[in-house]
């Protein structure tokens, strides 16, 4: 069942294709909003905590700081609303899912970038 599930996805949803990011990039997603009859282009900035799942069902979550208050977002990678993503800065870091980023602020939350 697994199998044709897998089969399903691979043959008919149709992959866009979005740099190589990781933990520790900051990255900027922009997204399409319908307000009503219009639609506009927002985006949003800030430092991948996690990539979770694999295939059509892969998500990564954003943390951003608004003021002094963290906003975190979660984005499936097929949503269709989706329009690109742009790699700002590649972060160095050692862990795949960067929790820990949560509690630190000031200096402590700069995450050194790397050389490649």
């Given at each position: 069942m697994e199998s044709l599930v897998k089969f399903v996805q691979d043959e008919f949803v149709t992959r866009k294709d979005l740099p190589e990011f990781s933990a520790g990039d900051t990255i900027t997603v922009y997204y399409e909003i319908k307000e009503g009859s219009k639609t506009r282009t927002q985006f949003f900035r800030g430092v991948v905590i996690q990539r979770r799942g694999?295939?059509?069902?892969?998500?990564?979550?954003?943390?951003?700081?608004?003021?002094?208050?963290g906003v975190e977002r979660i984005f499936p990678i097929n949503l269709p609303a989706l329009q690109k993503i742009e790699v700002n800065k590649r972060g160095q870091v050692r862990r795949a899912r960067i929790y820990y980023f949560r509690g630190l602020t000031g200096k402590k939350a700069r995450i050194k970038e790397s050389r490649h």
């Open positions: 694999s295939g059509t069902s892969e998500t990564f979550t954003i943390r951003k700081m608004s003021g002094s208050i």
